[in-house]
């Protein structure tokens, strides 16, 4: 691999994986949101209007550090993968000019009345406006994941005599079955991310004995969501979202589960270090047959190995690729673990008193993150050597004339301006928590402008 | 029999006639490209103004904050235009997206970085009740919207002046060479510096039209000389910019020559730079802002109609050149698009009717109402 190459993909890399990290908790809060304020209709208990509010000004610093950190994406693919995108824009331009069309808009438009028009929109009003945040956020998510889907199952396209890809069907490209899978694995992730920071801060809460009627509501708010999405995240979104996967992307499924030879009754390793030179596991902890039964619900069907498929064609960094697969599916059991208890005992009745319990919930608050990130590198990694699987390779897609310096020197610029963006981050999120719900703004705080950043 | 012509992919979405096809959905796609791009500018530009203006015309923090809070509610919507325009010219045109954002590549990647300060300073600026928190915002937005002007006007010198494309269409420029327009110039040289001082001083007389509009008493007075001062600036480097203009690029006037109606255009850019003048002198704060968006709205309609077919030409062969024609995309993509692009555009033209209605009359840069619109 080149210098130069290899800058273009870090360069991607960090910034997207730094823009996600804020993306996937206003899109799950957004929908927290609307549920908040329907159960606020619906009951009457100002807590949970307490709650909307406080999760508002959250979302609303998510939001800013996700639109200025989102900016750069949607340069970078003419910027860093210029060949890229001229190959590919007569397809995937679509889907990334309908977002700013049809969610930009949306999102700018309605953020300012939902954050700041609570008094002059009147409750059903404001339960609107949540309700259009919500809306432009999730389409956002939807057009952003048809986009991916199309580098990881191309569809609904022809090429020219160039070499260019076109597209032949729109409804075709939006309802890529790849898409359709993803997006709802990907939206359900987001919403786990939601979930577990929520029941985190009202854990915390109830841990520090203060907000406790709020903490209560964010953790009972938090634990039913929660322990929905975690297992709608494995049966049916995951489950489905690995065996299409197994069927289209044969490869990358053999790099993720480790598997280099082709098996009948292939295992599934649990634990364990690829190594591509040797092609082995070291250390490894495996389930007999597990793999063959997950993918085609026989224990005994064959699941080809790497061994099926030309060296060129692997996945060219296979430890990463598992591991982060092995992060993500780990993680995903923890957390139907670690909510279904927590259900369990809030069905009791005594979740509240349950003070390992809330323990628990509250240090669990980066692990989605985790899990998300590293879903988000199984899916990416696993396209690998690929930007259109199959048809385009990555080598071909980047911008030729951008060389490694002037890659590197952009790249070190946001990693410096990010450091600067995290520590902010931070610092806002934690005047908020320890500010606490209810009361009015932040003391000091003088709103400049009435929305964020759109 | 196949169709005679290549860039008929999907045959089967019948048009009315082959030449609608052709000829006609690259200029509308050309002309929806360059009217978001100058609704950005002209939304934008004037919160770049306040941008630049508020470094140098308030006298107090108070002052400043009113100057800031003209812009507060909107200036993050007026950005989005941006990102449309954006995303809209990557979708029609994917050969211009693609050489010419990687060919601007140092430049661009510093409109980014400027664009997150520019946001964060605004945004945080009332965070913390703190003089040196203020002043590392109050610097961000103010140094970030200066040099985000000139890089915009850099840009579009650039775009006139041309490019050393090579072969494959593709470029790259370094920041600067020698200065010196030739066939390998760099992204900063006399004619594009002059193009970017232009925009600056432009971009702040409108946004001191704005800011009069939306202001009272001293700080009122003080923003309108300082846009008196620099109209007059303006009027002097219209001149010298179009003088250079055809300097450098005398072919800039061919299609002006075939088609004699489009000086309809540079009349329009000089009665509107004198309308501005004459209004604010009369005290018609109003008349005068809608002065300032119609001369930046012309002055980049007459650039586009001169350029036209051309999107990106060459310094080098103007065989090179990207045109509309070689850089659209293809014929089924851009009809679809015509579709869902006007219904978005009249769903989000309805959002901000509603928006602006619910919020009217009430934004006041001197009331603590939090609500904002």
Sequence with gaps: MDDALLMHRIHFGFTVTFHYLFPQLTMGLSLLIVILKTLYLRTDNPVYNRAARFWAKMFGINFAMGVVTGIPMEFQFGTNWSRFSQATGGVIGQPLAMEGVFSFFLESAFLGLFLHGERRLGRVGHWWAAFAVFAGSWLSGFFVVVTDAWMQHPIAFERTAEGLFQITSFWGLLTNPWALIQYSHTMCGAVITGSFVMTAIGAYYLLED???????????????????ACIVQILPTGDLHGRYMAFHQPAATAAMEGLFRTEYGA?????????PETQRIDNPVVANKVLSFLIYGVPTAQVK??????????PTSIPLLFFSYHIMAGLGTLFIAVMGLAAFLLWRGVLYRTRWMLWILMLCLPLPYIANTAGWLTAETGRQPWLVYGLMRVQDGYSKYV?????LFTLLGFMGLYSVLAVLFLFLAHRLITHGPGGGALPGVTLETPNAVA | MAPVEAPCLASRWKLPTRWLRVCTMPLIWFLLVAAMLAAYVVLDGFDLGVGVLHLFVARTKEERRVLVRTIGPVWDG????????GGTLYFAFPLLYASGFSGFYLPLMIVLWLLILRGLGIELAGHVDSPVWRGICNGCFGIGSTLL????????????????LQPDRYFFLPLWTDFNV???PGILDWYTVISGIVALVALTLHGANYAALKTEGDLNVRVRRAASTLWLALVALTVISLAATLLIRPDMLDNYKQLPALFVIPAIVAAALIGTRL?????DERGAFICSCAYLAFMLVGAAAALYPNLLTSTTDQALNITVNNARSGDYALTVGLAWWTIGVALATGYFVFVYKMFRGKMSATTEEHEGY
């Design chain 2, 279 to 283: 209004m604010s002198r009369k005290g």
């Design chain 2, 149 to 164: 002007a000139v890089f915009y006007g850099a840009a579009l010198g650039n775009v006139i002046r041309g490019v050393p």
């Design chain 2, 78 to 85: 007026n950005e989005v235009w941006l990102l449309a325009g």
């Design chain 1, 305 to 314: 190995g790497l061994n099926e498929f030309p060296k060129s064609d692997w």
């Design chain 1, 267 to 275: 295992p599934m390793v649990l634990l364990g270090q690829p190594d």
């Design chain 2, 182 to 184: 030739g066939p390998a």
């Design chain 1, 403 to 407: 060389h490694a310096g002037n890659s």
């Design chain 1, 210 to 228: 203060k907000f406790l009627e709020d903490g209560r509501a964010f953790l009972r708010t938090g634990v039913v969501v929660g322990v929905i």
